[in-house]
């Protein structure tokens, strides 16, 4: 199954300047909670933003480039060869940026949302299916405090079988 896991602000935005515009403790350790032990997809900015592998997972960096990966860091080209390279994974995270999150949408059997609740400055956008194929479970409530800049819904939308056979006929 290919999910992917996404904070949202509002207005739409996911980043600023290749990094997080906020502070979201609690949405970190409800990510680290979901994408342990699965193959973790991204792009190269958020590889850059990580500055790291993350731990306990297999990334995988979707680049035309050729970047400076570690040890155990795999390359991919496109979208299917991140896939291939993930295995028989039960479940491949999508981590972002814009441009694999739309690439992979089309593909995506459940989405990880976290709704922030403010409208935030920021210059990478990404634009939220509409809900009608999906079915929405709310997860947990995040509250502003100090761990957390903003209020924030963490829902899981898993993609209605109907729309899955559509979306196998189109592809």
């Not at 609740?117 to 997860?139: H, N, Y």
């Not at 209020?151 to 079988?161: G, H, L, M, N």
């Amino acid at each position: 199954m290919l999910s992917l896991v996404v904070a949202i602000a509002r207005n739409g935005v996911i980043g600023r300047e290749g990094d997080l515009p906020w502070r979201m403790r609690d949405d970190l350790k409800w990510f680290k909670e979901i994408t342990t032990g699965k193959p973790i997809i991204m792009g190269r900015t958020t590889w850059d933003s990580l500055g790291r592998p993350l731990p306990g997972r297999l990334n995988i960096v979707i680049s035309r480039g050729r970047p400076d990966l570690p040890e155990g860091v795999l390359l991919a080209n496109s979208l299917d060869e991140a896939i291939l390279l993930a295995g028989a994974a039960e479940e491949i995270c999508v981590i972002g940026g814009a441009a694999i999150y739309a690439l992979a949408l089309p593909r995506a059997e459940r989405l990880y949302v976290t709704q922030i609740e403010a409208d935030i400055d920021g210059d990478t956008m990404f634009e939220l299916p509409s809900r009608d194929e999906w079915t929405v479970k709310q997860i947990r409530r995040i509250d502003a405090s100090d761990r957390n800049d903003y209020p924030a819904v963490i829902e899981q939308w898993d993609r209605e079988a109907e729309a899955e056979h559509d979306a196998a006929i189109h592809d």
